[in-house]
């Protein structure tokens, strides 16, 4: 792919981008629900939002690393131990690029977009992998998986 494809890709506001549109919960739903919740819709998190603002982000992560012991009480609502509260979020006026950056930098796979204070969607990093792969597939599907490897010999049977 040229520089000026991938530029003008990463340089793309995430307004112009298909958002997934977020499961919502109550932080005061227990923690049982919410999973449940991301089962039905086969999603990676649900995000807390009280009175409109929204409160904090719980994923599949959050189970896994918070909810497992012996003694979890699934019964517990999110925001007594589980919600990830005042979650990082970005503008929906921000760049492919930009979202990139912050879940490199933090190792999320998922930020809440937001407008006007509210959330508009979610963008995802294998949302961004597949849009890529959508807008420039002669580029992206017919990349050898070591692009700069140099077969010394034929190989096969």
């Given at each position: 792919?040229?520089?000026?494809?991938?530029?003008?890709?990463?340089?793309?506001?995430?307004?112009?981008?298909?958002?997934?549109?977020?499961?919502?919960?109550?932080?005061?739903?227990?923690?049982?629900?919410?999973?449940?919740?991301?089962?039905?819709?086969?999603r990676?998190c649900?995000?807390?939002v009280d009175?409109?603002?929204?409160?904090?982000?719980?994923?599949?992560?959050?189970?896994?690393?918070?909810?497992?012991?012996?003694?979890?009480?699934?019964?517990?609502?999110?925001?007594?131990?589980?919600?990830?509260?005042?979650?990082?979020?970005?503008?929906?006026?921000r760049?492919?690029?930009?979202?990139?950056?912050?879940?490199?930098?933090f190792?999320?796979?998922?930020?809440?977009?937001?407008?006007?204070?509210?959330?508009?969607?979610?963008?995802?990093?294998?949302?961004?992998?597949?849009?890529?792969?959508?807008?420039?597939?002669?580029?992206?599907?017919?990349?050898?998986?070591?692009?700069?490897?140099?077969?010394?010999?034929?190989?096969?049977?």
């Amino acid at each position: 792919m040229d520089r000026s494809r991938l530029s003008r890709f990463v340089n793309q506001r995430l307004n112009e981008l298909p958002l997934e549109a977020p499961a919502v919960v109550s932080p005061f739903t227990p923690v049982r629900s919410a999973v449940a919740t991301m089962q039905e819709g086969s999603r990676s998190c649900v995000l807390a939002v009280d009175d409109g603002k929204l409160a904090g982000i719980f994923t599949e992560r959050d189970v896994l690393n918070r909810c497992m012991g012996d003694d979890f009480d699934w019964d517990q609502p999110l925001n007594t131990a589980v919600l990830t509260r005042e979650p990082r979020t970005i503008a929906s006026n921000r760049t492919i690029a930009e979202a990139i950056m912050l879940m490199q930098q933090f190792h999320y796979r998922t930020l809440p977009v937001m407008e006007n204070g509210s959330v508009v969607g979610l963008v995802r990093l294998g949302d961004l992998l597949r849009h890529l792969a959508e807008e420039y597939p002669e580029d992206v599907l017919n990349l050898p998986p070591r692009p700069h490897q140099v077969m010394e010999r034929p190989e096969g049977g």
